[in-house]
T-cell receptor
Framework: GEDVEQSLFLSVREGDSSVINCTYT??????LYWYKQEPGAGLQLLTY?????DMKQDQRLTVLLNKKDKHLSLRIADTQTGDSAIYFC?????????????FGSGTQLTVLP | GAVVSQHPSWVICKSGTSVKIECRSL??????MFWYRQFPKQSLMLMAT?????????EQGVEKDKFLINHASLTLSTLTVTSAHPEDSSFYIC????????????FGPGTRLTVT
């Protein structure tokens, strides 16, 4: 079955880089996503990567995908206090006509001033 | 980007009553919407897949008679929690996806349900 795992907490100092890691088990995943959730709010898509890519950069965000190890990471450069939130990685595995996502447990990022 | 709204944003109801939550795609048509449930400090758990004009597909362990889903149009899906109990208190999030140059699933802001 599908299983997506993340470490629960990460603290960094403002201005440093943050790296949030994620592992997944289903090798048939097509897309992998990173979402941000602020308190009491829904999910905001940050970025995604297609499974045949190794890396994707989007402004301060860099996604690395190691398909062999089924490892995904999100690097946030120059982390700001506004980046404090819960970050979820999610795996999309085709299931018939539906495109379902399996979410990791979420990593609480705390940015210290 | 595309916008998905939910209504209400929060609701408190008494045990035994039913509550309806609406999910709307505001500027696109969504043939498929998903309903998730999120407990405090936990991940999102998919409850069901809602397809316009057909019956919803429920995940294992989700009671279809308790969580009624109706996807009456391409822009609206509703989740009704029937005979609510305190253990149904949770954050309910819907999402809708649109196909285009690439896939993207848009999430609603969530509905906080508290059953007293």
């Amino acid at each position: 079955g599908e299983d997506v795992e993340q470490s629960l907490f990460l603290s960094v100092r403002e201005g440093d880089s943050s790296v949030i890691n994620c592992t997944y088990t289903d090798s048939s995943s097509t897309y992998l996503y990173w979402y941000k959730q602020e308190p009491g709010a829904g999910l905001q898509l940050l970025t995604y990567i297609f499974s045949n890519m190794d890396m994707k950069q989007d402004q301060r965000l860099t996604v690395l995908l190691n398909k062999k190890d089924k490892h995904l990471s999100l690097r946030i450069a120059d982390t700001q206090t506004g980046d404090s939130a819960i970050y979820f990685c999610a795996e999309e595995v085709p299931s018939g006509s539906a495109r379902q996502l399996t979410f990791g447990s979420g990593t609480q990022l705390t940015v210290l001033p | 980007g595309a916008v998905v709204s939910q209504h209400p944003s929060w609701v408190i109801c008494k045990s035994g009553t039913s509550v309806k939550i609406e999910c709307r795609s505001l500027d696109f048509q969504a043939t498929t919407m998903f309903w998730y449930r999120q407990f405090p400090k936990q991940s999102l758990m998919l409850m069901a897949t809602s397809n316009e004009g057909s019956k919803a597909t429920y995940e294992q362990g989700v009671e279809k008679d308790k969580f009624l889903i109706n996807h009456a149009s391409l822009t609206l899906s509703t989740l009704t929690v029937t005979s609510a109990h305190p253990e149904d208190s949770s954050f309910y999030i819907c999402s809708a996806y649109t196909t285009g140059a690439y896939y993207e699933q848009y999430f609603g802001p969530g509905t906080r349900l508290t059953v007293t």
